[in-house]
């Protein structure tokens, strides 16, 4: 009976395809989620989704990988970072190389010092910096920077002999001639270490504060002043920025003065000029009603100058009552503040123009030296050029012509008595710039114009005065050091001061070499087949000199002066460190931090992003450096091994204290707190209970 039924087999369902476009919205949507998530910056969204590229090469590695808070911190440090600190320490051992160091203190109140290693690189045939180590220090002195530093050299066994320069700022700490940092690395250490004078972007920083200090902050003050005013009010911003949309200026956050940030108030000063007339008509409205017509003529100027329409004056007298409005209901200081604006904008404009004006004459000469020597690439050759440049242009702002070009040494450019009179120009022929001569004009005799005149000469030559003092423009190495510039080659005083440079740099050529030395430098002033120098760094010229073989001896001993720090660098890194020290990881550990900066510098001297310097194309294939891989394995033993030794350390110092040890734990933080919670809740417990209790006994 079942012979003829047929059972029908059910027909596989189809699960329709998600398209393409689909799936690459949703992992768009995944990427931005996470981004929010995490409250990451959307300027990372693009190298987080090449990362993710990337990983997907090797997907069962990456489903293998395992990485938490933890074990990313100690992997890090003793893995990733600790491989990276390794090559730089074989580097330094075979390569002469100078350093870099400052101390600061961090957002977790912690005093760190930074050590940055310059060495020419025979693989990258140039100069590169890498970030050695970064430390703290309990007290910051000389004697405890040195310490550092000599444990530092000792932990990684690196030879003395090799470091050919420090650079520093001139603080005693640093640069005492009797107990200074570099004096006890001299006397100690490396007798034969260069004494390329402080840091002179410091140098020219300070003279900047000089030159500004006869004016007593006044146009400083109304930087800070302005700057405040708009940083809590959203609603003036958007006031300031519908003024500047009418006049056509280009609207900015008014910026802040940061007085120990490299000329600040230069930059400062630019953005107010830029910004002048939106201020005037903006705080015009904070004139007292009964100054209102006098100062409106001011404002009709600027209408006039602009050719603003009816509307735009109406819509410009409704900002006005409105923040006219606001100011009736300010507190006293709020009108102190506006008071004080005001006053520099309007009343005594003159004398504030006068100053901006000057400043912003005057301090470009201080700038472009500060940002030429902040350059990454070797500049050592220039520092004496450009430092005799720097004084001799800012002398000519107020010193006679013929007094300069008859100073034909650098010695007699810094004996130049810049304070005598008889070497000065008279207050009508210094250099004030061209907007202050027209201002000059309408205030001429006043008060005004004669003590400004007196505050900038005082200014002009208190400037001078430091940069005559600071700035090693006597220097031996460096006018040496300078004769090493290809396009110095072929002149009699070139070879003059070549010649010399054995004599500086006695650590390296020795016996017969320095000979060889002097043939090869008398020949390399006639040589016409030299490379060509055009738009190269001094390092990569020097690198095909030394492809060439013709000059091993000049070559051996100029590839170690271009290692040498002119520039700050380790400055940066200083902002690195308050990116990742903040509020919310101010628990971060100093390894930690010299970890993420040990890295970040590799990367860098590479010009690598993290993901173009690890990346394999064949995963399966392209070998993993074995010390990275031996280093991550180990990393979780380094660790412990450190937290070992943590708690040995603390354990000595408790017993030299004579700290018995305690059987029960310390209260934590966090438990501390739980305590105190759970005290006031049993006594407020208590309180109930006896006032219902007594409120029973009184019924």
């Known amino acids: 009976m079942f012979k003829n039924s047929v059972v029908k087999k059910p027909e596989p369902t189809t699960v329709p395809m998600t398209p393409l476009i689909d799936r690459v919205k949703n992992s768009e949507a995944m990427v931005l989620a996470f981004t929010a998530d995490h409250s990451l910056s959307f300027a990372l969204t693009p190298h987080l989704?090449?990362?993710?590229?990337?990983?997907?090469?090797?997907?069962?590695?990456?489903?293998?990988?395992?990485?938490?808070?933890?074990?990313?911190?100690?992997?890090?440090?003793?893995?990733?970072?600790?491989?990276?600190?390794?090559?730089?320490?074989?580097?330094?051992?075979?390569?002469?190389?100078?350093l870099n160091m400052d101390e600061a203190t961090s957002s977790n109140i912690n005093r760190v010092v930074t050590v940055l290693a310059s060495y020419f690189s025979p693989e990258e045939k140039q100069v590169v910096v890498h970030h050695l180590e970064s430390f703290s220090v309990t007290k910051v002195n000389s004697e405890s920077m040195y310490?550092?530093?000599?444990?530092?050299?000792?932990?990684?066994?690196?030879?003395?002999?090799?470091?050919?320069?420090?650079?520093?700022?001139?603080?005693?700490?640093?640069?005492?001639?009797?107990?200074?940092?570099?004096?006890?690395?001299?006397?100690?250490?490396?007798?034969?270490?260069?004494?390329?004078?402080?840091?002179?972007?410091?140098?020219?920083?300070?003279?900047?504060?000089?030159?500004?200090?006869?004016?007593?902050?006044?146009?400083?003050?109304?930087?800070?002043?302005?700057?405040?005013?708009?940083?809590?009010?959203?609603?003036?911003?958007?006031?300031?920025q519908d003024i500047c949309m009418m006049i056509g200026v280009k609207y900015t956050v008014p910026q802040r003065y940061v007085p120990h940030r490299w000329l600040s108030v230069y930059d400062v000063c630019l953005d107010t000029l830029r910004m002048w007339d939106a201020y005037t008509i903006f705080y015009h409205s904070f004139v007292p009603a009964s100054m209102q017509t006098a100062y409106m003529p001011l404002i009709k100027d600027l209408y006039r100058k602009y050719e603003l329409s009816d509307t735009n004056r109406s819509s410009i007298k409704q900002i006005q009552t409105h923040l006219q409005q606001k100011n009736k209901t300010m507190t006293s200081d709020g009108k102190a503040h506006k008071a004080r604006i005001v006053e520099k904008l309007c009343y005594v404009q003159k004398k504030t123009l006068l100053i901006l004006n000057l400043y912003a004459?005057?301090?470009?000469?201080?700038?472009?030296?500060?940002?030429?020597?902040?350059?990454?690439?070797?500049?050592?050759?220039?520092?004496?050029?450009?430092?005799?440049?720097?004084?001799?242009?800012?002398?000519?702002?107020?010193?006679?012509?013929?007094?300069?070009?008859?100073?034909?040494?650098?010695?007699?450019?810094?004996?130049?008595?810049v304070g005598n009179s008889k070497c000065q120009l008279d207050g009508d022929s210094i250099f004030l710039g061209a907007r202050n001569r027209k201002l000059l004009k309408e205030v001429k005799g006043d008060k005004l114009a004669v003590e400004f005149i007196s505050q900038t000469t005082e200014a002009y030559i208190a400037c001078a005065r430091?940069?005559?003092?600071?700035?090693?423009?006597?220097?031996?190495?460096?006018?040496?050091?300078a004769a090493i510039d290809p396009l110095c080659a072929g002149h009699n005083v070139t070879l003059k001061y070549m010649l010399k440079l054995p004599s500086c740099v006695t650590n390296v050529l020795a016996g017969d070499e320095v000979d060889r030395f002097d043939l090869e430098a008398r020949k390399f002033q006639s040589d016409d087949k030299l490379p060509d120098c055009e738009n190269k760094r001094i390092d990569s010229w020097w690198?095909?000199?030394?492809?060439?073989?013709?000059?091993?001896?000049?070559?051996?001993?100029?590839?170690?002066?271009?290692?040498?720090?002119?520039?700050?660098?380790?400055?940066?890194?200083?902002?690195?460190?308050?990116?990742?020290?903040d509020a919310k990881s101010s628990s971060t550990r100093i390894d930690t931090l010299s970890a993420i900066?040990?890295?970040?510098?590799?990367?860098?001297?590479?010009?690598?992003?993290?993901?173009?310097?690890?990346?394999?194309?064949?995963?399966?294939?392209?070998?993993?450096?074995?010390?990275?891989?031996?280093?991550?394995?180990?990393?979780?033993?380094?660790?412990?091994?450190?937290?070992?030794?943590?708690?040995?350390?603390?354990?000595?110092?408790?017993?030299?204290?004579?700290?018995?040890?305690?059987?029960?734990?310390?209260?934590?933080?966090?438990?501390?707190?739980?305590?105190?919670?759970?005290?006031?809740?049993?006594?407020?417990?208590?309180?109930?209970?006896?006032?219902s209790q007594t409120n029973k006994h009184v019924k």
């Open 543 to 581: 690198a095909e000199v030394e492809d060439g073989q013709k000059y091993p001896m000049m070559v051996k001993l100029i590839k170690p002066l271009l290692s040498c720090f002119h520039g700050p660098q380790v400055e940066s890194s200083f902002n690195v460190m308050g990116d990742i020290i």
């Open 147 to 240: 310490n550092g530093l000599v444990q530092l050299f000792d932990k990684h066994d690196l030879p003395w002999n090799n470091l050919m320069s420090i650079l520093m700022d001139s603080c005693a700490v640093m640069r005492g001639s009797k107990s200074g940092l570099e004096t006890r690395i001299r006397t100690n250490k490396a007798p034969h270490l260069l004494d390329i004078d402080g840091d002179s972007c410091h140098h020219a920083h300070n003279a900047c504060k000089t030159f500004c200090k006869p004016f007593k902050s006044f146009v400083e003050g109304l930087f800070s002043d302005v700057h405040n005013d708009f940083k809590w009010s959203t609603d003036q911003r958007e006031h300031l």
């Open 361 to 417: 004459a005057v301090l470009p000469m201080l700038k472009k030296y500060v940002m030429l020597f902040q350059a990454k690439e070797p500049l050592m050759h220039k520092l004496h050029e450009q430092q005799t440049e720097l004084l001799k242009d800012f002398m000519s702002c107020f010193v006679k012509p013929e007094i300069i070009s008859d100073a034909k040494s650098s010695r007699k450019l810094k004996e130049i008595d």
């Open 597 to 691: 900066q040990t890295v970040k510098y590799e990367l860098r001297s590479k010009g690598k992003t993290a993901i173009q310097y690890y990346f394999h194309k064949d995963p399966l294939h392209d070998v993993v450096d074995p010390a990275l891989v031996k280093n991550l394995t180990r990393s979780y033993k380094a660790y412990e091994e450190n937290k070992q030794g943590e708690r040995e350390a603390v354990e000595t110092k408790r017993v030299e204290m004579g700290v018995e040890p305690r059987a029960e734990k310390l209260v934590t933080k966090r438990k501390a707190k739980e305590l105190s919670m759970q005290v006031a809740q049993k006594a407020r417990y208590d309180h109930q209970v006896e006032v």
């Open 466 to 481: 430091i940069l005559q003092k600071k700035m090693p423009i006597n220097s031996a190495l460096l006018k040496s050091i």
């Open 49 to 98: 989704i090449d990362l993710v590229k990337a990983l997907s090469h090797d997907k069962k590695a990456v489903d293998e990988m395992s990485v938490d808070r933890t074990s990313a911190s100690y992997k890090l440090t003793y893995g990733v970072a600790k491989t990276v600190t390794e090559s730089l320490v074989s580097h330094l051992k075979d390569n002469y190389f100078s």
